[in-house]
């Protein structure tokens, strides 16, 4: 699979060339899946979104911050099965308050630069995941964990 600084390159790699994330969060037990644009910070410890204060997923994340994000390089082709990537990222979510806002919403939107009237809304709240785990996943059964409390060192 490959050494820690390869799988955080592929992760950088992966998070570059991708624009949406599936978000799971969840509420009374029940989970609930969204997609979302993201970003990632540079040393892959955060990951960062937008959302309305009125969506399900806000409601639900302040009942709970626990989350789940996949983030995948799929194509719907027969293919993805043994070329595909995924990586599903858990942690904690939580909504970016000034001054340290004004720097995610400069690096959210240099991705996203399309989304800058719907970030600078007053209802819009910008959120970052503190990441705790990666989960890579290659050749649909090769599973790589990164762990925030070993400075992402990996297990298989």
Same mark, same amino acid.
């Given at each position: 699979?490959?050494?820690?600084?390869?799988?955080?390159?592929?992760?950088?790699?992966?998070?570059?060339?991708?624009?949406?994330?599936?978000?799971?969060?969840? /509420?009374?037990?029940?989970?609930?899946?969204?997609?979302?644009?993201?970003?990632?910070?540079?040393?892959?410890?955060?990951?960062?979104?937008?959302?309305?204060?009125?969506?399900?997923?806000?409601? /639900?994340?302040?009942?709970?911050?626990?989350?789940?994000?996949?983030?995948?390089?799929?194509?719907?082709?027969?293919?993805?099965?043994?070329?595909?990537?995924?990586?599903?990222?858990?942690?904690?979510?939580?909504?970016?308050?000034?001054?340290?806002?004004?720097?995610?919403?400069?690096? %959210?939107?240099?991705?996203?630069?399309?989304?800058?009237?719907?970030?600078?809304?007053?209802?819009?709240?910008?959120?970052?995941?503190?990441?705790?785990?990666? %989960?890579?996943?290659?050749?649909?059964?090769?599973?790589?964990?990164?762990?925030?409390?070993?400075?992402? /060192?990996?297990?298989?």
């Amino acid at each position: 699979m490959g050494n820690k600084s390869d799988i955080r390159q592929r992760l950088k790699t992966l998070f570059a060339s991708q624009r949406l994330a599936v978000l799971a969060t969840h /509420n009374s037990g029940q989970p609930y899946g969204s997609l979302v644009s993201f970003a990632a910070t540079d040393d892959l410890k955060e990951i960062l979104f937008a959302t309305t204060r009125e969506t399900r997923k806000y409601v /639900n994340l302040s009942a709970d911050a626990r989350v789940a994000m996949v983030i995948d390089s799929r194509s719907n082709k027969e293919s993805d099965i043994h070329d595909a990537i995924a990586v599903t990222a858990t942690g904690r979510a939580e909504e970016t308050v000034p001054p340290e806002k004004e720097q995610f919403a400069r690096m %959210y939107l240099e991705k996203h630069p399309y989304l800058r009237e719907f970030v600078s809304s007053p209802s819009c709240a910008l959120l970052r995941v503190k990441v705790e785990t990666y %989960y890579f996943v290659s050749k649909f059964e090769e599973v790589v964990a990164l762990h925030a409390k070993d400075g992402f /060192n990996h297990e298989p």
